[in-house]
C-alpha cells in the first residue's frame, strides 16, 4: 500500500515539475510576446505624406499635422511635395515600384483632380491593397475624379465630384464609441471649410461623422473607416482651411486616424 501511495507520489511530483516548467516556459514566451509588441509600439512611426497640387496652404497643413501627431506618437516623416499646383501631374515618386516600401501608413493630401492615366492611378492602389495602410485628407477624395476608373475611389472608400460651399458645418458622430471619434464634442461645428458631397460610400467603409448640406439637405460622411484589400484606411473631407488645421478637434480625429490606419490604436 505505501509503495502504490509512493509511486502515486512520485507520480504527482514529476507532473507537478513538468507543468511547472510548462508554465515557466508560456510565461517568459508570452511575456517576450508583450515585451515585444511593447517595443514595436514605443518604435517612432514612419510616415509617408504625399501632399501638393490644387488650392491649398501644404506647407502650414504639413506643419500642423506633423506637430499634432508628434503629441501622441513619436514619428519619422517623409514629406513628398511634388506636381507643382495646378490640377493635374504625375509625379516620379509612383515611379518606384516600391514607393511605399519601409513605411508604416502612407498619408495622402494631394489635389490633382484631372490626372487620368490608369496605370499611374493603379500603381497607387496597387501597394495599398497588397496592404499599405493609408489616411486621405480633403482634396484627396477628388483627386483623379476626372477617370473613368474606380479603383481610387474603392481605396478611398467614398466618391465624390464636387463641394458645397465654405460655411462652418456642424458634425455629428455615428459611431461615438470608435476610438478615432471617441470624445468628439455633439455636435462639433467646424471652421469655416468645405462639405464634400459624397455620391457612395463604398461597401467596406463605415462612416465615423456626419454633416448635413445647407443646400441640399441631405447627410452626408465627413470622416469613415474603409478596408481596401489588406490596407486600414482613414479618410476625412474636412481640411481645407488653415484654421481648420489649426482646431483642436480635427488635429486630434485626423491624428488618431493616422494611428488607427498604421495598427496603433484598436477601434
Known amino acids: 500500500m505505501f509503495q502504490n501511495n509512493s509511486f502515486w507520489t512520485v507520480k504527482s511530483a514529476r507532473e507537478f515539475f513538468a507543468a511547472f516548467l510548462i508554465t515557466i516556459g508560456l510565461v517568459l514566451v508570452i ?7 511593447d517595443a514595436q509600439s514605443k518604435k517612432p512611426l514612419r ?9 491649398h ?43 511605399a516600401k519601409g513605411f508604416d501608413v502612407v498619408v495622402h493630401n494631394e489635389c490633382f483632380a484631372d490626372t487620368t492615366d490608369h496605370d499611374y492611378i493603379r500603381k497607387i492602389t496597387q501597394a495599398h491593397k497588397a496592404g499599405v495602410p493609408a489616411v486621405v485628407i480633403h482634396c484627396a477624395m477628388h483627386t483623379y475624379r476626372a477617370t473613368d476608373i474606380d479603383d481610387w475611389r474603392e481605396f478611398l472608400g467614398v466618391t465624390s465630384r464636387r463641394h458645397d460651399h ?19 464634442p455633439d455636435p462639433w461645428v467646424t471652421p469655416l471649410d468645405e ?18 448640406s445647407e ?25 481645407h482651411s488653415d484654421d481648420t488645421f489649426r482646431d483642436p478637434v480635427f488635429l486630434t480625429y485626423v491624428s488618431r486616424g493616422v494611428l488607427w490606419a498604421a ?3 484598436e477601434d
Not at 510616415?47 to 488650392?55: A, E, M, N, S, Y
Not at 501627431?69 to 515618386?93: D, F, R, S
Not at 465654405?166 to 471619434?181: A, D, L, N
Open 263 to 265: 495598427g496603433r490604436l
Open 57 to 99: 496652404n501644404y506647407t502650414f497643413q504639413t506643419q500642423s499635422l506633423k506637430e499634432a501627431v508628434g503629441k501622441m506618437a513619436q514619428a519619422e516623416w517623409t514629406v513628398i511635395n511634388e506636381g507643382g499646383t495646378g490640377t493635374k501631374a504625375q509625379i516620379p515618386l509612383y515611379q518606384n515600384p516600391d514607393w
Open 215 to 239: 443646400q441640399d439637405g441631405k447627410t452626408y460622411p465627413v470622416a469613415w473607416t474603409n478596408q481596401y484589400g489588406k490596407a486600414r484606411v482613414f479618410g476625412t473631407t474636412f481640411g
Open 31 to 37: 511575456g517576450g510576446t508583450v515585451v515585444a509588441a
Open 166 to 184: 465654405q460655411s462652418r458645418y456642424p458634425v455629428k458622430s455615428t459611431e461615438p464609441q470608435h476610438s478615432i471619434v471617441k470624445g468628439m
Open 195 to 212: 462639405l464634400y458631397v459624397i455620391e457612395k460610400l463604398w461597401p467596406n467603409a463605415k462612416a465615423l461623422a456626419t454633416s448635413v
Open 47 to 55: 510616415i509617408l505624406l504625399i501632399t501638393g497640387g490644387c488650392c
